[in-house]
């Protein structure tokens, strides 16, 4: 350890810190850090962009007219390598395992977490074919329901019922008319 230093007036006491000298050792420690996780985040972005190169041949074989896939690297805190809206990559808490994870209404799912690029690109090929497949049946138009046959107008049954009561009330007035008729 070394003794404070001191002023040529008092050899007995330490010298006043100044504190600009402490803002500029403490913005060199800042930046020994800030250099430290840049260096980290470009190496995780240097590792996503191999993958990236990785997948070119399975992008590569996905028709123009399907826009499902928007491919791309986004830097930030975490870089990530998104294969779609909802499915991305990135690195996982060591900085050199790739985490495929993918957001669901009920959260997020990670689909493959590996060392390999290899076993990434696979899962990656199976998540870029059901997106196909789903996005083929989404398409598919139902064919339109045949209209039914028109089933027959349906009659009032008050009608029937009127002329019968009318009928049956004439009736028997005549029958009290005859019978009226008898006993006079």
Do not use: C, N
Not at 24 to 29: D, K, S, T, V
Not at 54 to 59: I, K, M, V, Y
Not at 88 to 100: A, L, N, P, Q, V
Not at 118 to 140: N, P, S
């Amino acid at each position: 350890m070394s003794e404070p230093e001191t002023s040529g007036i008092h050899p007995s006491q330490p010298r006043p810190v100044r504190l600009r000298d402490a803002l500029l050792r403490a913005r060199i420690e800042a930046a020994d850090r800030t250099g430290v996780v840049v260096d980290l985040r470009d190496a995780e972005v240097a590792r996503l962009e191999i993958l990236d190169d990785s997948l070119d041949p399975l992008f590569a074989q996905v028709p123009d007219k399907i826009d499902l896939f928007d491919r791309g690297i986004s830097q930030g805190d975490t870089p990530r390598l998104w294969i779609d809206v909802v499915a991305h990559i990135s690195m996982g808490r060591d900085k050199r395992m790739y985490r495929f994870v993918q957001d669901t209404r009920f959260g997020r799912i990670v689909l493959a977490e590996s060392h390999d690029t290899a076993v990434i690109v696979e899962a990656v090929t199976d998540y870029v074919a059901r997106r196909m497949i789903e996005r083929e049946h989404a398409m598919v138009v139902p064919p339109e329901p045949k209209p039914e046959a028109a089933q027959p107008r349906r009659r009032s049954r008050l009608w029937p019922f009127v002329l019968g009561f009318v009928l049956g009330a004439a009736a028997l007035f005549g029958v009290a008319v005859l019978a009226a008729l008898r006993s006079w």
